[in-house]
């Protein structure tokens, strides 16, 4: 059977990719820039995609690691923002209650556990190309998983029993 | 009681990294685990609500700069693509590449219009006395032309068809001119040109005249995992087969009718 061109595929993961940037960068005009960055170095590296590999691992990795090199010059500019990202919270206004408690949560974890968690909501890739994406090791990859899928749990069920406290504390 | 199960264990189950024959054992071990089966399924939840929030975000339309930006870079893909290694015909290439051209010879010459070439007839016998009619009072190829001199296959070939034909070169496409050869087809004689990619994949190009119109656009058709592209100028038809996707087949087809139309000019 014939493969299908990945190019066909492309406009899916640019929106993808451009979710990535949203949380990489809270920002929507960064985000938009780190895109276009990203693309960008895409187009001069064409020679380094392997026909038949994932195109979206090698995009997304593209962009995780010019993210990194971004906030390296601008020295973590933001780094003191502790607030959810704003294009965020505008797109989930509307969402249950507990789905923007979910992303503050998220928001309060460090970048490298964040980041791996996003990735995989985002894209269901297996953990070596998530890895890859991230250009860790697999080991720091599933570690990273692991713990910050734990202290997000916490965080919800910390959040819950604070609510629960307070319905029980009117009786 | 510490449960036996590790955040690691958990967050693999869910992510679907683990053999089924690990996920069985984890369930096995999760159900004599209640604790462990709450910490999976609020964890699942949150990826699912994650994944549903993030889905959310308006993502769809980027800036103009960007748009641009993509279709250059799918350009460039398309273009990686063409000259790409993996998939085009190995092993038993020949017989296949064979089977592509008694189809195509089957439809050939004008008698047939080109969508009959999805149902070929198998007409072996007109096929025999066509390679009769090519090759018994001819030599397979005289002794002074060299099958792997594209110059010398293309005069020669020419001479045999009766009508100028180039073989076109595709090295800007990585893709090596390899050997030429004269068919018999019960509809005359058809030059084939074979070509391979850098990891030796094969690509055959075969070109015969055509007693009709001609000038049709690429069409497309597909064969036993064999990707043909075939189209015709005024006085030659063109078949292009490799093993390969419907788009490099004619991303390169194209290329080759655009490289023969320059010449044309």
């Known amino acids: 059977m014939a493969r299908p061109s990945v190019v066909e595929t492309l406009h899916e993961h640019i929106v993808s990719l451009r979710r990535f940037a949203l949380v990489l960068t809270r920002n929507r005009d960064d985000a938009e820039d780190l895109v276009q960055e990203t693309l960008t170095r895409a187009i001069a590296a064409v020679d380094s995609f392997q026909p038949g590999t994932d195109l979206r691992v090698w995009l997304f990795r593209i962009m995780s690691n010019t993210h990194v090199n971004t906030l390296r010059k601008r020295q973590v500019r933001d780094a003191a923002r502790a607030s959810l990202p704003d294009p965020v919270v505008e797109a989930t206004q509307s969402l249950h209650v507990e789905v923007r408690q979910l992303l503050a949560a998220l928001d309060e974890l460090p970048d490298a556990q964040r980041e791996a968690i996003v990735l995989m909501a985002l894209g269901d890739l297996k953990y070596k190309d998530a890895a890859q994406v991230l250009g860790v090791p697999l080991g720091t990859f599933m570690s990273r998983i692991a713990r910050g899928r734990e202290a997000l749990r916490c965080a919800m069920e910390g959040i819950k029993s604070i609510r629960f406290r307070i319905v029980g504390g009117s009786l | ?265």
Request: glycine share 6%; with cysteine.
């Open chain 2, 1 to 265: 009681m510490k449960s036996a199960l590790s955040e690691t264990d958990l967050a693999a189950y869910i992510d679907g990294e683990l053999s089924v024959e690990q996920a069985v054992c984890l369930e096995a071990l999760l159900a004599g685990d209640p604790e462990a089966r709450s910490r999976l399924d609020a964890m699942t939840g949150q990826k699912q609500m994650l994944r549903a929030a993030l889905l959310t975000l308006p993502a769809d339309e980027g800036a103009p700069r960007t748009l641009e930006l993509e279709h250059r870079l799918a350009s460039r893909l398309r273009q990686r693509e063409q000259v790409s290694r993996g998939d085009w015909m190995v092993g038993d290439w020949l017989r296949r590449a064979a089977a592509a051209v008694l189809l195509v010879a089957a439809g050939w010459g004008g008698h047939m219009t080109y969508a009959d070439l999805s149902h070929p007839l198998p007409e072996y016998v007109a096929e025999a006395a066509g390679a009769h009619l090519v090759f018994a009072d001819n030599p397979l190829r005289p002794a002074d032309v060299d099958p792997t001199q594209p110059l010398q296959m293309a005069t020669w070939l020419s001479s045999r068809l009766g009508k100028a034909i180039t073989v076109p070169s595709l090295e800007p496409l990585n893709i090596t001119f390899v050997s030429a050869r004269l068919l018999g087809t019960k509809e005359g004689p058809l030059a084939q040109v074979v070509y391979e990619d850098q990891n030796r994949h094969r690509m055959t190009l075969s070109i015969a005249p055509h007693g009709y119109q001609g000038n049709t656009a690429i069409l497309h058709a597909e064969r036993d995992g064999i990707n043909l592209a075939y189209w015709s100028d005024p006085e030659l038809s063109y078949v292009l087969a490799a093993r390969t996707t419907a788009t490099q087949i004619e991303a390169i087809a194209a290329e080759i009718m655009t490289a023969g139309e320059d010449a044309a000019e």
